[in-house]
Structure formats: C-alpha cells, structure tokens
C-alpha cells in the first residue's frame, strides 16, 4: 500500500505506538543480545517519526519505556539509557530541520541524571519547532498518571481552591502528563500482542484500535500506510447511531 491510497483529509492528528517486539526481533536474526533489537528499534522510530511528519500527523506519542520495564534485568535497563542519551544527542538536529518538537511523559526525574537532563536539553532546544509534536513516553505508567493527577486534584480541594463539585473530565485531563494534546485517534500496537500494557488508559477511550504481527524494528512506512488506512475505514460513532454520523 502506498501514501497516496490514503485521504490526506482524514489523517489521525494523534497517533499513538507501543512499540513492542525489539527483544523476539532480535532473537529471530539471531542477535545474542535483546538490546541489538532495541538499536534497531531506534531506526524503525526514526523513519516513522519523518513518514508522520511528511503525512501531516499533529502528534506522535511512543511508549519507549514503562514503569513496569523498570523490573527488566539491569543489564537491559541501562542498555536502554544508554541508547536513549545517544539518540537524543544524535537527532536534535534533525528534530530542528523537520521542524519537530520533543515531549516527554512519565516520570522523567525517575531516569539516570545524565539521560533526564540530556532530554531536557532537547525539549527545551526543540520547544519553538510546530511542525509535529513528538513524546516519547518515559518510565511513564498509565495509572501512576492518574494516581499523580488524583493526589493534585485532592491538594486543591484540601487547600480550599477548588471544591469536590468542580471535579469534571477536563480537570482530570488537565492534570494528566497529557494536558496539551488532543486525545490519540488511533493506537497501533506491533508484535502481535493484544494488550494496553498500562498506557494512555484514560486518553485511548475512543481511539481506534490497530494491531499488527510486525515486530518493531521491521514496523515501516508501509505498516504505518496500512494502519491508517484501516484507521480511514471505520466511521466512530461515539455512542451515536450510524444514521446520526451520516446526517452530521
Ligand atoms: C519493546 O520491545 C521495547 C521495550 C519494552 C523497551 P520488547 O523489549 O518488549 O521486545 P519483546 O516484547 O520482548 O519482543
Ligand atoms: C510495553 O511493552 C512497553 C513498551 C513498549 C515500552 P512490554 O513488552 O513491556 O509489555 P508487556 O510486558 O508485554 O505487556
Ligand atoms: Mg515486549
């Protein structure tokens, strides 16, 4: 499938990825190490993060590391904050030329000091940029989110600002890590597993579902082309009647 199969009118403004298969990618070329899997997930992120970029896409979220991968060997951890500070300092100038600015969600303080303030570095440099906005999702757990946005909302009602009544669907919004973007119309999830793994759980109510056996290395334009396409497929009714969307 090709880009100009799809309608450039109906392009998701919010795309999000777990990306996931890096280890079994690895194994299947016979890599010794799980964490050539992640270098070359590196590479798969690089080229999807132009393909967005050149289709129009507003906002690119990507799961790279959950609260949970916390609990991985600490031989894998710390390969993947290595890799993480060396992409950073190899794709700022890119990130400048596209005209892309990095975000980042999760527990950012949580990460080694080096990798925290390289990427700080980079979202401040990349801040002005408008063209797309790309997170990256760090030691970045659903509910942990919604935990930490709980605690602060509760703070405000204790310190008088706010009372219970006020709590709504936008103040929670607004007080997850997400506050300043829309929610994901789509997520697409590679490897074969059909699973959230604890991600965006409050911001995926109504995003449409793509999951892919791709592994994440070998995820490409094409995957990314055939994703959307499904995405152009559907009609979302949002508890509405297929009759009622056609009216509209
Ligand atoms: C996704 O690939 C990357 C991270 C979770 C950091 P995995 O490392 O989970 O690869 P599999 O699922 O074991 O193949
Ligand atoms: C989810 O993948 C997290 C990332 C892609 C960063 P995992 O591989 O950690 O998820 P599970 O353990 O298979 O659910
Ligand atoms: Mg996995």
Do not use: C
Not at 10 to 30: C, F, L, S, V, Y
Not at 150 to 179: P, Y
Request: aromatic content about 8%; overall charge negative.
């Amino acid at each position: 499938m090709a880009s100009h199969q799809l309608d450039l009118n109906n392009i998701p403004q919010h795309i999000a990825i777990i990306m996931d298969g890096n280890g079994r990618w690895a194994k299947k070329q016979g890599f010794g190490t799980r964490v050539k899997g992640h270098e070359n997930g590196v590479a798969a992120l690089r080229a999807l993060t132009t393909t967005a970029a050149e289709l129009g896409v507003g906002y690119l979220t990507v799961y790279a590391f959950s609260t949970e991968n916390w609990n991985r060997p600490k031989f894998e951890v710390n390969a993947l904050m290595r890799l993480l500070v060396n992409t950073l300092k190899n794709e700022v100038d890119t990130l400048m030329k596209n005209n892309i600015r990095l975000n980042a969600i999760g527990n950012i303080d949580s990460l080694p000091s080096d990798v925290a303030s390289k990427l700080k570095t980079v979202m401040d440099k990349t801040a002005v940029n408008s063209h797309m906005t790309l997170t990256l999702a760090l030691s970045y757990g659903s509910r942990d989110e919604m935990k930490q946005a709980v605690q602060k909302i509760a703070l405000e009602v204790k310190d008088g600002l706010i009372s219970a009544d006020d709590i709504n669907e936008e103040l929670i919004s607004k007080n997850l890590f997400t506050s300043d973007m829309p929610d994901p119309d789509l997520l697409i999830r590679t490897s074969g597993e059909q699973r959230i793994s604890n991600y965006l759980l409050w911001q995926i109510a109504y995003a449409e579902l793509f999951f892919t056996e791709t592994l994440w290395p070998d995820f490409a334009k094409e995957d990314l082309y055939q994703a959307i396409s499904s995405y152009q497929n559907r009609e979302r009714r949002y508890g509405k009647t297929s009759e009622q969307i056609k009216e509209a």
